[in-house]
């Protein structure tokens, strides 16, 4: 079984910034491809960016693009997303997920391989 735990959220001006983490234990995810998911009103997650193992590869939501960006580092099982200019609307609960390889940032995205979910932190922007 794998944990994920995410960590950095918090409350931040539009125009801020965060850098939200997420460290996976219990087994070696290292060549799993990861994904950040947002969570606003409602039970619906929707991809917000995902990386492959070697983070040569990610995808990004168009809403994203230019102010946010996914990296990992596979030495200390922990992911990461750098949020840049942040806008209201990115207010809400942050999941990380992966599931086992094989698997494509793609798929991971699009949550047809998105099996492990950590508990998600809180993202608050205002305006």
């Known amino acids: 079984q794998v944990q994920l735990v995410e960590s950095g959220g918090g409350s931040v001006q539009a125009g801020g910034s965060l850098r939200l983490s997420c460290v996976t234990s219990?087994?070696?995810?290292?060549?799993?491809?990861m994904g950040w998911f947002h969570r606003a009103a409602g039970p619906k997650r929707e991809g917000v960016a995902a990386?492959?193992?070697?983070?040569?590869?990610?995808h990004y939501a168009d809403s994203v693009k230019g102010r946010f960006t996914i990296s990992r580092d596979n030495a200390k099982s922990t992911l990461y997303l750098q949020m840049n200019s942040l806008k209201p609307e990115d207010t809400g609960m942050y999941f990380c997920?992966?599931?086992?390889?094989?698997?494509?940032?793609?798929?991971?995205?699009?949550?047809?391989?998105?099996?492990?979910w950590g508990q998600g932190t809180q993202v608050t922007v205002s305006s």
């Open positions: 990386i492959s193992a070697d983070s040569s590869t990610t």
């Open positions: 997920a992966t599931s086992p390889a094989p698997n494509s940032p793609y798929q991971v995205f699009r949550q047809t391989a998105a099996n492990f």
């Open positions: 219990g087994l070696n995810t290292s060549s799993w491809s």
